[in-house]
């Protein structure tokens, strides 16, 4: 579990101190239940939640780039400033610690290049949103991601951003947090930081590993 040393040497503080990293303040996630899960939005929009049940209302969103290559390197999700004590490997129902071998993880698999955070309320309206565009447009319906996600991303002169918020229905609170994954495809773990109490105070996904020394 060489990856929570470098997660809690990076992240157990406030503030990120490392000249690879750039972090940027995305604006705040709703999460109406607490009950967060974390997928590709487009391959594996029916990935389950956390077991760790979060705080509902609103949280800020850091994104933390690498410098270098402007990728996406680490997203992250502030519910308290408590100290952290300790930090976990994030994990769904029917995934045990102590069936992963060495060097491995739980995640979550990305085919698309996008990631996201979303309450399990926001998913369900997300997987309702499809299926009404589908069954109204028919053999006109393009994908969720033509349909939904890409005026947040490019307009007509191209890129806007590498990240943005995005509400399935308007009539919800809930909101998802979707962004570019690192360099592109892969497999991804999240990790929640957590207070004396057991309480979590953060979860970080991890797209670089940026080692500290």
Not at 165 to 183: C, M, Q, R
Not at 198 to 206: A, D, F, M, R, S
């Amino acid at each position: 579990m060489n990856h929570i040393d470098n997660i809690s040497k990076l992240f157990s503080k406030n503030f990120v101190e490392n000249t690879l990293i750039e972090t940027f303040e995305a604006g705040k996630i709703n999460l109406p239940t607490g009950k967060l899960a974390a997928c590709d939005p487009l391959i594996t929009n029916d990935m389950r939640e956390f077991k760790v049940h979060f705080p509902d209302g609103e949280f800020p969103v850091l994104v933390h780039k690498e410098k270098e290559s402007n990728c996406v390197a680490y997203v992250e999700i502030i519910f308290g400033n408590e100290p952290i004590a300790e930090w976990k490997l994030a994990t769904t129902e029917g995934q045990n610690l102590e069936d992963l071998g060495e060097d491995e993880v739980f995640g979550y698999p990305v085919e698309s290049g996008m990631g996201s955070f979303m309450d399990v309320e926001t998913q369900d309206c997300l997987n309702h949103l499809e299926k009404r565009l589908f069954h109204r447009k028919g053999a006109d319906f393009m994908g969720i991601y033509e349909e939904f996600f890409h005026e947040h991303f490019f307009d007509e002169n191209g890129a806007i951003d590498q990240f943005a918020f995005l509400k399935p229905d308007e009539e919800k609170s809930g909101n998802i947090f979707a962004f570019e994954t690192g360099y592109g495809e892969g497999f991804y773990a999240s990790y929640i930081g957590f207070g004396e109490d057991n309480q979590p105070i953060k979860i970080i996904t991890e797209f670089i590993e940026i080692s500290v020394s």
